[in-house]
Protein backbone atom coordinates (compact mmCIF):
# COMPACT_ATOMS: atom_id res chain seq x y z
CA UNK A 1 0.00 0.00 0.00
CA UNK A 2 1.29 3.61 -1.21
CA UNK A 3 0.02 5.89 1.60
CA UNK A 4 0.20 5.13 5.53
CA UNK A 5 -2.88 4.62 6.21
CA UNK A 6 -5.60 2.60 3.53
CA UNK A 7 -8.87 3.85 3.11
CA UNK A 8 -11.02 0.95 4.58
CA UNK A 9 -14.12 1.25 3.96
CA UNK A 10 -16.92 -1.25 5.95
CA UNK A 11 -20.14 -1.76 3.64
CA UNK A 12 -22.97 -2.49 5.93
CA UNK A 13 -26.40 -3.95 4.05
CA UNK A 14 -29.17 -3.16 6.15
CA UNK A 15 -32.69 -4.32 6.63
CA UNK A 16 -34.78 -3.41 9.54
CA UNK A 17 -31.74 -2.44 11.64
CA UNK A 18 -32.67 0.72 13.44
CA UNK A 19 -31.98 -0.11 16.92
CA UNK A 20 -28.62 -1.83 15.69
CA UNK A 21 -27.14 0.95 13.64
CA UNK A 22 -26.36 3.55 15.95
CA UNK A 23 -24.54 1.07 18.18
CA UNK A 24 -22.31 -0.65 15.44
CA UNK A 25 -21.53 3.23 13.86
CA UNK A 26 -21.07 4.03 17.68
CA UNK A 27 -18.43 0.80 17.96
CA UNK A 28 -16.45 1.28 14.81
CA UNK A 29 -16.10 4.71 15.62
CA UNK A 30 -14.27 3.56 19.10
CA UNK A 31 -11.46 1.69 16.98
CA UNK A 32 -10.20 4.78 16.49
CA UNK A 33 -8.56 3.77 13.06
CA UNK A 34 -7.49 6.27 10.87
CA UNK A 35 -9.52 6.54 7.49
CA UNK A 36 -11.94 3.98 8.58
CA UNK A 37 -15.37 4.66 6.11
CA UNK A 38 -18.78 3.34 6.96
CA UNK A 39 -20.95 2.16 3.59
CA UNK A 40 -24.97 1.52 4.64
CA UNK A 41 -26.58 0.26 2.11
CA UNK A 42 -30.10 0.68 3.20
CA UNK A 43 -33.09 -1.83 1.12
CA UNK A 44 -35.86 0.59 1.80
CA UNK A 45 -36.30 -0.42 5.12
CA UNK A 46 -39.90 0.32 6.49
CA UNK A 47 -38.80 0.95 10.07
CA UNK A 48 -36.86 4.02 8.67
CA UNK A 49 -33.00 2.45 8.96
CA UNK A 50 -32.47 4.53 6.13
CA UNK A 51 -33.50 7.82 8.23
CA UNK A 52 -31.02 6.75 11.08
CA UNK A 53 -28.48 5.89 8.96
CA UNK A 54 -29.06 9.54 6.31
CA UNK A 55 -28.63 10.97 10.38
CA UNK A 56 -25.71 9.34 11.44
CA UNK A 57 -24.07 10.33 7.90
CA UNK A 58 -24.83 14.02 8.71
CA UNK A 59 -23.29 13.78 12.38
CA UNK A 60 -19.96 11.64 10.91
CA UNK A 61 -18.13 14.49 9.35
CA UNK A 62 -17.87 12.80 5.73
CA UNK A 63 -16.64 9.41 6.60
CA UNK A 64 -20.32 7.62 6.88
CA UNK A 65 -22.47 7.89 3.78
CA UNK A 66 -25.53 6.08 2.77
CA UNK A 67 -26.63 4.24 -0.74
CA UNK A 68 -30.39 4.03 -0.67
CA UNK A 69 -31.73 0.90 -2.60
CA UNK A 70 -35.15 1.00 -4.23
CA UNK A 71 -35.58 -2.71 -4.54
CA UNK A 72 -35.02 -5.32 -1.84
CA UNK A 73 -33.46 -7.82 -3.65
CA UNK A 74 -31.45 -10.23 -1.75
CA UNK A 75 -28.15 -9.51 0.74
CA UNK A 76 -25.71 -10.37 -2.70
CA UNK A 77 -27.27 -7.38 -4.48
CA UNK A 78 -26.73 -5.14 -1.61
CA UNK A 79 -23.51 -6.06 -1.31
CA UNK A 80 -22.51 -5.87 -4.75
CA UNK A 81 -23.95 -2.50 -5.09
CA UNK A 82 -22.26 -1.05 -1.69
CA UNK A 83 -18.94 -2.90 -2.57
CA UNK A 84 -19.17 -1.13 -6.29
CA UNK A 85 -19.58 2.18 -4.78
CA UNK A 86 -17.05 1.44 -2.26
CA UNK A 87 -14.66 1.03 -5.39
CA UNK A 88 -15.79 3.89 -7.26
CA UNK A 89 -14.80 6.14 -4.23
CA UNK A 90 -11.23 5.18 -3.93
CA UNK A 91 -11.02 2.11 -1.36
CA UNK A 92 -8.04 0.66 -0.89
CA UNK A 93 -9.93 -2.38 1.81
CA UNK A 94 -13.37 -3.20 1.55
CA UNK A 95 -15.13 -5.09 4.21
CA UNK A 96 -18.16 -7.02 4.87
CA UNK A 97 -20.05 -6.57 8.07
CA UNK A 98 -23.41 -7.31 9.38
CA UNK A 99 -25.46 -4.56 10.84
CA UNK A 100 -27.27 -7.00 13.89
CA UNK A 101 -24.25 -6.74 16.11
CA UNK A 102 -23.06 -10.27 15.44
CA UNK A 103 -19.23 -9.82 13.89
CA UNK A 104 -17.08 -8.32 16.64
CA UNK A 105 -15.90 -5.25 15.54
CA UNK A 106 -13.15 -5.44 17.84
CA UNK A 107 -11.28 -8.01 15.35
CA UNK A 108 -11.48 -5.31 11.96
CA UNK A 109 -7.84 -4.14 13.37
CA UNK A 110 -6.34 -7.94 12.95
CA UNK A 111 -8.01 -8.25 9.83
CA UNK A 112 -6.91 -5.65 8.14
CA UNK A 113 -3.55 -6.32 9.65
CA UNK A 114 -3.53 -9.69 7.93
CA UNK A 115 -4.42 -8.09 5.33
CA UNK A 116 -1.94 -5.50 5.04
CA UNK A 117 1.30 -7.54 5.96
CA UNK A 118 0.61 -11.22 4.15
CA UNK A 119 -0.23 -12.29 0.84
CA UNK A 120 -3.70 -12.92 1.56
CA UNK A 121 -6.06 -10.82 -0.73
CA UNK A 122 -9.24 -11.87 1.62
CA UNK A 123 -9.68 -12.09 5.09
CA UNK A 124 -12.69 -14.05 7.10
CA UNK A 125 -13.66 -13.22 10.26
CA UNK A 126 -13.75 -17.21 11.17
CA UNK A 127 -15.80 -18.96 13.87
CA UNK A 128 -14.09 -22.34 12.90
CA UNK A 129 -10.34 -21.50 13.55
CA UNK A 130 -8.72 -22.09 16.42
CA UNK A 131 -9.48 -18.79 18.87
CA UNK A 132 -13.06 -18.53 17.14
CA UNK A 133 -16.41 -19.79 18.20
CA UNK A 134 -19.82 -19.99 17.40
CA UNK A 135 -22.61 -17.77 19.69
CA UNK A 136 -23.35 -20.09 22.70
CA UNK A 137 -26.89 -18.92 22.87
CA UNK A 138 -26.82 -21.12 19.21
CA UNK A 139 -28.66 -24.49 19.71
CA UNK A 140 -26.73 -27.47 18.48
CA UNK A 141 -28.76 -28.53 15.62
CA UNK A 142 -28.09 -24.64 14.25
CA UNK A 143 -24.22 -25.11 15.26
CA UNK A 144 -24.62 -28.68 13.76
CA UNK A 145 -26.20 -27.18 10.57
CA UNK A 146 -23.33 -24.97 10.14
CA UNK A 147 -20.67 -26.61 10.44
CA UNK A 148 -22.06 -29.34 8.13
CA UNK A 149 -22.38 -26.57 5.75
CA UNK A 150 -19.04 -26.07 5.70
CA UNK A 151 -17.88 -28.91 5.64
CA UNK A 152 -19.95 -29.70 2.27
CA UNK A 153 -18.96 -26.28 0.75
CA UNK A 154 -15.21 -27.15 1.14
CA UNK A 155 -15.81 -30.96 -0.07
CA UNK A 156 -17.36 -29.68 -3.57
CA UNK A 157 -15.50 -26.58 -4.17
CA UNK A 158 -12.05 -27.01 -2.16
CA UNK A 159 -11.72 -23.69 -1.14
CA UNK A 160 -9.43 -24.78 2.13
CA UNK A 161 -11.03 -22.40 4.55
CA UNK A 162 -12.62 -23.54 7.71
CA UNK A 163 -15.52 -20.77 7.56
CA UNK A 164 -16.71 -20.78 4.08
CA UNK A 165 -20.47 -18.74 4.30
CA UNK A 166 -18.89 -16.70 6.47
CA UNK A 167 -19.83 -13.03 6.11
CA UNK A 168 -17.09 -11.17 8.05
CA UNK A 169 -14.85 -10.22 5.56
CA UNK A 170 -11.91 -7.35 4.39
CA UNK A 171 -10.93 -7.53 0.58
CA UNK A 172 -7.70 -5.73 -1.05
CA UNK A 173 -9.53 -3.52 -3.56
CA UNK A 174 -7.68 -5.69 -6.33
CA UNK A 175 -9.48 -8.98 -4.86
CA UNK A 176 -12.50 -7.41 -5.75
CA UNK A 177 -11.68 -5.88 -8.69
CA UNK A 178 -10.57 -9.34 -10.04
CA UNK A 179 -14.09 -11.08 -9.40
CA UNK A 180 -15.74 -8.87 -11.51
CA UNK A 181 -18.27 -8.09 -9.36
CA UNK A 182 -21.55 -7.64 -11.82
CA UNK A 183 -21.17 -10.84 -13.24
CA UNK A 184 -22.04 -12.54 -9.66
CA UNK A 185 -25.25 -13.73 -9.70
CA UNK A 186 -25.76 -15.56 -5.95
CA UNK A 187 -27.51 -13.96 -3.16
CA UNK A 188 -27.88 -15.28 0.87
CA UNK A 189 -25.38 -17.24 2.20
CA UNK A 190 -24.63 -18.96 -1.36
CA UNK A 191 -23.21 -15.34 -1.78
CA UNK A 192 -20.31 -15.62 0.27
CA UNK A 193 -19.61 -19.01 -0.69
CA UNK A 194 -19.38 -18.30 -4.57
CA UNK A 195 -17.08 -14.94 -3.45
CA UNK A 196 -14.71 -17.30 -1.81
CA UNK A 197 -14.94 -19.88 -4.97
CA UNK A 198 -13.59 -16.77 -7.43
CA UNK A 199 -11.60 -15.68 -5.57
CA UNK A 200 -9.54 -19.25 -5.47
CA UNK A 201 -10.15 -19.63 -8.96
CA UNK A 202 -8.35 -16.49 -9.52
CA UNK A 203 -5.07 -18.27 -7.73
CA UNK A 204 -5.78 -15.72 -5.06
CA UNK A 205 -5.23 -16.75 -1.04
CA UNK A 206 -7.95 -16.33 1.31
CA UNK A 207 -6.68 -16.04 5.45
CA UNK A 208 -9.08 -16.65 8.40
CA UNK A 209 -8.62 -14.41 11.55
CA UNK A 210 -10.95 -15.94 14.95
CA UNK A 211 -13.51 -13.90 15.62
CA UNK A 212 -16.77 -14.92 18.40
CA UNK A 213 -19.83 -14.93 16.43
CA UNK A 214 -22.87 -13.31 18.75
CA UNK A 215 -26.09 -14.44 18.29
CA UNK A 216 -28.22 -10.83 16.92
CA UNK A 217 -29.60 -8.93 19.63
CA UNK A 218 -32.08 -6.88 17.76
CA UNK A 219 -35.24 -7.95 15.23
CA UNK A 220 -35.41 -10.98 13.85
CA UNK A 221 -33.14 -13.50 12.42
CA UNK A 222 -33.33 -13.80 8.48
CA UNK A 223 -32.03 -17.23 8.22
CA UNK A 224 -35.07 -19.48 6.39
CA UNK A 225 -35.37 -22.97 5.28
CA UNK A 226 -35.48 -21.49 1.20
CA UNK A 227 -32.09 -19.92 2.35
CA UNK A 228 -30.83 -23.05 3.69
CA UNK A 229 -31.95 -24.97 0.11
CA UNK A 230 -30.26 -22.19 -1.76
CA UNK A 231 -27.24 -22.51 -0.26
CA UNK A 232 -27.61 -26.68 -0.65
CA UNK A 233 -27.88 -26.16 -4.08
CA UNK A 234 -25.32 -23.55 -5.34
CA UNK A 235 -21.97 -24.92 -4.66
CA UNK A 236 -22.85 -27.10 -7.18
CA UNK A 237 -24.12 -24.98 -9.45
CA UNK A 238 -21.10 -23.38 -9.15
CA UNK A 239 -18.52 -26.27 -9.57
CA UNK A 240 -20.47 -27.67 -12.66
CA UNK A 241 -21.87 -24.48 -14.00
CA UNK A 242 -20.46 -22.31 -17.04
Do not use: C
Amino acid sequence: MAEAHPKVVVVVPTYNERENLPILVGRLGELGMPNLHVLVVDDNSPDGTGDVADKLGAESGGTLTVLHRTDKDGLGRAYIAGMTQALENGADIVIQMDADLSHPHTAIPAMVEKLTTTDASVVLGSRYVPGGSTASEWPWHRKALSAWANFYVNAILRLKVKDATAGFKAWEAQALRKVDLQSVRSNGYSFQVEMNYRVVKHGMRIAEVPIRFEERVEGMSKMSLGVQLESAVAPWKLRFGK
